[in-house]
């Protein structure tokens, strides 16, 4: 028994203790906005245990306190893992009715833990006086259940932060559902299709708040947010939301007052509710856009990191920049990176960090531009410029990078490295890079195409004229044709019987003695021989034509050399009158020499 | 007679004279970077009744270079159906002209960009033989044929005339590579009038993608969908819809303003 009343000591003095070190809070909840003659609840609420009797309530000027202060006290105790937590909270609660409108300060409570004294802020209520009196619900009229729910009590409403922005600037559209009445269950929602804005959904907090609309005091429940940004400039449509509810109607039934429940009847209402169109302004981007313009609205800053400014040649490096702030970063393109035509450039790398916030998009992206260098020499790198068109001050920025120049050193390899404009591998597909059309042709306008001509008749009479005077020429020519033919034939047949006879004649001759004669002879059947046999006139005829007629005859050389010593003889002996050679040897020779020639020449 | 004819010739010589200052008028625009102007001078010159390779050259680089002239975020390349109005131009200038190189240089550039696949020729014999034909115009060959055949006949009259053999004789080898070049010429010719005249194919010309339907009917199933700028062969036409047959054998019906034949 003892031991036990020990351990509640040491477990008491561990809980108290364990309050001490934590922080006390003492705060009050009250809505901040309430109607005339409409009762509502304070609430007092701290999270240790106070001192018995310590609290004081402040004085509430301009209500009427209907009950409390009532005490509601909760305390757990909790064992995780061995980890021991506890929780406390002591609430004093007050119901009060305002007596009369306007705004009304609750002053602070104070309490005490532990000796030390905690007070709450002081808290404004603002009481209006509603016009058209209460609700439908709550009057215990006699009327049906569907007319207990007056149109003004449930309110659908779309609103937007901005209703003229710049395109591509971001707005805020949220729906909000206001409700004098319960509501039971939201049963559709078609939110209206935002054409021509990017359209984004946020994330909100959706605790019910209590807001004045129309002199009156609704509760408030946030449906839905969205952040808008325009894409196109106009007065653009957002077309109305429809939802619809089921309504909670509670009846005070008399007639069926039971003794245990009540009389009361729960009646479920259905209501379609609508908002009304709402027109957007969408403003064009002024005039006088930067070059580097490409659709950035926001505020932005950039920022960059350069590669080192000496690089072996085909040695990778890359350009990282990087624009952070709040905008459109969605819808960003990356700045154009102009650099030289020998470094070889791959695709660019985009990293977005960007943050969907109720004031819009904001972050980071990162662009990482990889390269290349392949030839050696000192490069210039233009610096990057980006530009963005700021809707708070409706003026165009550009921001850019410092440029800089890289010097390239020779690695060694540069001729051999392919160039820009070659092939580059990336990701597994080959791509030609810097490819563009060629450049047009400045020259004279043309003449005209001319018209096919082949099969026309203009053709048709080229090749018949063409024909025509072939026929012509043949048959003009057709008799020295045939003759031609003939005397080519035959004087290559009687060419060796020519020969024969005139050699015969120059035998007579030997056998007659003239000398003269017979070397005359000889020389003609020699000439008249090579002439008739290859068809070349005699006047053509030398001894060195002879070679070449009987070399290209494929007779030998030696040969060819003995018929041209037989005509030299002949010449010699003509004209030397003691001569001393055989003509019966001269004549034996050549009738060899021309069989020998024959030989070749008829194979 | 003479009268009458005369305020045809003079409208005649003035819109040649008109023709040349829009020529001019393109080319100044193309150079100073204006492409929708570039565009509408030479287009205005086609109106015009010129029709020229180089005229159909230069518009389909006006046209390329205006679509791809677009605003970064603003507008995409080719928003405006640029991209098939140069590929069917370029066509045009090489129907005109087969040995424009330029403009076969520039067409497989710009059916890069098209989701279009290349024609390809079946056989070696084939690619030799197209390679051949867009050597030179139809009319090109035509006159490589006729002179050809005056070159025959004339060496056949030498074959037959000449005294001497080594004349004969090449008269004789020379006539006969001239027969061959005559036949060869001759049906290059026919060939490519045939490609000229009998030319089925059109050039899909849209702003973006366009479906082609499984039937004449915009409710029945789309089949694919073809970017600008690929060609196609007309099938049939039946007024709002044109019966088309892609290059890999498919075959779909398409809207007919969507096509515009080469």
Not at chain 1, 107 to 122: F, W
Not at chain 1, 501 to 506: E, F
Request: hydrophobic content about 40%; aromatic content about 10%.
């Amino acid at each position: 028994m003892k031991v036990l009343f020990r351990f509640m000591l040491v477990l008491v003095a561990l809980t108290s203790s364990w309050v001490a070190w934590g922080q006390v809070s003492f705060t009050v909840d009250a809505p901040a906005l309430t109607a005339l003659g409409q009762p509502f609840r304070v609430e007092f609420t701290v999270d240790a245990e106070p001192e018995r009797n310590s609290f004081k309530a402040p004085e509430f000027e301009g209500f009427e306190v209907l009950a409390g202060p009532s005490v509601s006290t909760g305390h757990s105790i909790q064992f995780i893992n061995g980890r021991q937590s506890s929780t406390y909270n002591c609430t004093y609660t007050f119901v009060l009715l305002p007596s009369e409108s306007g705004t009304f300060t609750i002053g602070s409570a104070s309490i005490k833990v532990d000796g030390k004294s905690y007070r709450t802020k002081s808290m404004p209520i603002e009481v209006i006086a509603e016009n058209g009196g209460g609700s439908g619900a709550q009057q215990p009229t006699e009327q049906s259940p569907e007319n207990r729910i007056n149109k003004e009590d449930i309110v659908l409403k779309l609103l937007v932060s901005d209703k003229e922005v710049y395109k591509g600037e971001s707005i805020r559209a949220w729906l909000m559902l206001y409700t004098r009445v319960n509501i039971d269950n939201i049963e559709s929602l078609d939110m209206p299709s935002f054409d021509g804005f990017w359209s984004q959904e946020l994330t909100f907090d959706n605790t019910p708040s209590r807001e004045q609309l129309n002199g009156r005091v609704y509760e408030a429940y946030k449906i839905k947010e969205l952040l808008l940004s325009p894409q196109q400039s106009g007065r653009i449509t957002i077309p109305e939301a429809t939802m619809s509810v089921l309504a909670q109607v509670v009846v005070e039934d008399k007639r069926h007052f039971d003794p245990i429940f009540g009389g009361r009847q729960i009646y479920h209402v259905a209501r379609e509710l609508r908002t009304p169109p709402i027109v957007i302004d969408v403003k064009d981007f002024p005039a006088g856009a930067p070059a580097s313009f490409n659709g950035a609205v926001g505020s932005f800053t950039l920022q960059s990191r350069m590669p080192s400014s000496e690089l072996e040649s085909n040695s990778a490096d890359q350009i990282e920049i990087t624009i952070s702030g709040s905008g459109n970063l969605k819808f960003i393109t990356a700045p154009r990176l102009v650099l030289p035509d020998s470094f070889e450039k791959y695709d660019t790398k985009v990293v977005d960090n960007v943050k969907l916030a109720a004031s819009g998009t904001s972050g980071s992206i990162t662009y990482t531009y990889p390269f290349v260098a392949r030839s050696a020499g000192t490069f210039r790198i233009e610096p990057v410029m980006f530009s963005y068109f700021d809707p708070a001050t409706g003026k165009y920025h550009t921001l850019s990078t410092e440029p800089m120049t890289i010097t390239v050193t020779d690695d060694g390899t540069a001729a051999a490295a392919p160039m820009a404009g070659g092939y580059a591998g990336y990701g597994g597909t080959m791509r030609q890079l810097d490819r563009d059309i060629r450049y047009i042709h400045t020259d004279k306008l043309p003449r005209r195409a001319a018209a096919m001509m082949v099969l026309t008749p203009i053709y048709w009479l080229v090749v018949v004229a063409i024909v025509a005077l072939f026929v012509v020429a043949y048959v003009l020519l057709r008799k020295r044709i045939r003759d031609n033919r003939n005397v080519v034939a035959r004087r290559m047949k009687r060419a060796d019987k020519v020969a024969v006879q005139r050699l015969r004649m120059a035998r007579r001759s030997m056998e007659e003695g003239k000398r003269h004669t017979f070397y005359e002879e000889m020389l003609r059947a020699m000439w008249g021989y090579i002439s008739d046999k290859f068809n070349i006139p005699v006047s053509n005829l030398t001894k060195e034509t002879i070679r070449e007629v009987l070399y290209r005859r494929g007779v030998s050389a030696e040969v060819a050399e003995q018929f041209c010593e037989i005509i030299s003889r002949s010449e010699e002996a003509q004209y030397a009158p003691s001569a001393e050679g055989d003509m019966g040897e001269v004549y034996a020779f050549a009738a060899e020499v021309i069989s020998k020639i024959e030989d070749v020449v008829k194979r | 007679m003479v009268v009458a004819l005369l305020p045809i010739a003079g409208s005649a010589a003035d819109g040649r004279t008109t023709a040349e200052a829009c020529w001019k008028e393109g080319i100044a625009a193309y150079e100073e970077g204006d492409y929708a102007r570039a565009v509408e001078s030479f287009e205005r010159v086609v109106e015009l009744g010129e029709s020229s390779a180089d005229l159909y050259y230069n518009l389909a680089g006006a046209y390329f270079k205006l679509g791809q002239q677009y605003t970064l975020g603003v507008s995409r390349p080719f928003a405006g159906g640029e991209l098939g109005r140069a590929v069917l131009n370029y066509h045009r200038a090489l129907r005109l002209n087969p040995a424009l190189e330029d403009a076969r240089y520039n067409l497989d550039i710009a059916v890069d960009h098209t989701n279009d696949t290349e024609a390809v020729p079946d056989s070696f014999i084939a690619t030799v033989w197209l390679a051949l034909r867009d050597m030179m115009t139809s009319n090109g060959w035509t006159i490589v044929s006729l002179v050809a055949l005056a070159l025959t006949l004339v060496l056949a009259l030498l074959y037959l005339l000449a005294e001497r053999m080594v004349l004969r004789k090449v008269g004789f080898f020379v006539a006969l590579t001239m027969a061959i070049i005559f036949i060869c010429a001759t049906a290059l010719a026919l060939s490519g009038r045939r490609a000229v005249v009998e030319d089925e194919r059109a050039v899909v010309v849209c702003n973006d993608t366009t479906p082609v339907h499984a039937s004449p009917d915009s409710a029945s199933k789309i089949i694919r969908r073809p970017s600008q700028g690929v060609t196609v062969t007309l099938l049939r036409d039946r007024g709002d819809w044109s019966e088309v047959l892609f290059l890999d054998g498919e075959k779909g019906w398409i809207r007919t303003s969507h096509v515009e034949k080469i």
